[in-house]
Nanobody, 115 residues
Framework: QVRLVESGGGLVQAGGSLRLSCVVS????????MAWYRQAPGKQRDLVAS???????NYIDSVKGRFTISRDNAKNTMYLQMNSLKPEDTAVYYCSIRRGIRTYWGQGTQVTVSS
């Protein structure tokens, strides 16, 4: 069973930065889709950013220029660098991978941005 463990969330003031990490229990080098999602209270879980095996990244419009997704295959770890944080970024952030036909999720890490 693949396990994903997120860390790095916390409370930060608007304009601040956080870096989220997602450690995967298996090798990630062959994974073509790794992503970060977020879910705010009372809302659905939304895709924030994704990264391919080749390192190509995609972002939702609201985080472009502020967030950076990356991966370190040697460490089996994916990151989300979040800068210029806004109160509307407050949510539980989840990492996710696809392996074959299955999707795996971490337990989530809370990010709270105060105004």
């Amino acid at each position: 069973q693949v396990r994903l463990v997120e860390s790095g969330g916390g409370l930060v003031q608007a304009g601040g930065s956080l870096r989220l990490s997602c450690v995967v229990s298996e090798s990630i080098g062959s994974l073509n889709f790794m992503a970060w999602y977020r879910q705010a209270p009372g809302k659905q879980r939304d895709l924030v950013a994704s990264i391919s095996r080749e390192g190509q990244s995609n972002y939702i419009d609201s985080v472009k220029g502020r967030f950076t997704i990356s991966r370190d295959n040697a460490k089996n770890t994916m990151y989300l660098q979040m800068n210029s944080l806004k109160p509307e970024d407050t949510a539980v952030y989840y990492c996710s991978i696809r392996r074959g036909i299955r999707t795996y999720w971490g337990q989530g890490t809370q990010v709270t941005v105060s105004s």
